[in-house]
């Protein structure tokens, strides 16, 4: 009998734990990475991020307030009220800067060999940028906050061509140039 009552006792304390365990780990999810939102104070785009620990830590004690641990705004304006999690509780992954960005470079091609971005990796082989100038940019060269304005200014440009460029643009000294009418004969 009191094997019969320890082991339900067990399967008991499992599943709470499990929903736990379920439950943190969904509310990390949801609540990590840098986001970009419009600052209701400037009406200005900035990069935020949700502190993720509080978040997990509130969803266990069944409450669903949250709140910074960084800005871009921070730290001249870190007294404000925090309203812009409003746009992140809204829309959790709407606002994230990966969401963004795979979102911008779908149904779009390299503005330079005219490949399609088929599924976007952001683990190697980034998809990268090109200004007016001609000059490729990797993502991490900018910051979150300027991402709607580089959006608007930029063409999408593959990890190929960005590779390639870069080197022709550090290194003209090894490279050289042939026509493809000359190179085909």
């Not at 929903?19 to 986001?35: E, F, H, I, S």
């Not at 991020?49 to 266990?60: H, N």
């Not at 069944?62 to 404000?80: I, K, V, Y």
Request: with cysteine; glycine share 6%; hydrophobic share 35%.
């Amino acid at each position: 009998m009191k094997l019969a009552i320890l082991v339900g006792l067990i399967l008991v304390a499992a599943g709470v734990v499990y929903y736990l365990a379920r439950q943190a780990m969904a509310t990390y999810l949801r609540y990590r990475g840098t986001r970009v939102i419009t600052c209701p104070e400037s009406r200005s785009p900035a990069a935020v991020r949700v502190d993720v620990l509080d978040a997990v830590v509130g969803a266990l004690r069944g409450s669903n307030e949250h709140r910074l641990a960084d800005c871009s705004r921070w730290p001249e304006r870190q007294a404000c009220g925090q309203h812009c999690l409003e746009q992140v509780e809204g829309a959790p992954e709407g606002c994230l800067v990966r969401e963004l960005l795979e979102g911008w470079y779908r149904d779009k091609s390299c503005a330079l060999c005219h490949r399609a971005f088929r599924d976007v990796h952001w683990h190697d082989h980034k998809p990268c940028l090109i200004n007016e100038e001609g000059r490729t940019a990797e993502w991490r060269d900018f910051q979150p906050e300027r991402l709607p304005g580089v959006l608007e200014t930029h063409q999408p440009v593959c990890w190929d061509c960005h590779v390639a460029e870069t080197f022709r643009r550090t290194r003209p000294d090894r490279v050289v140039d042939r026509d493809r009418d000359s190179a085909s004969a």
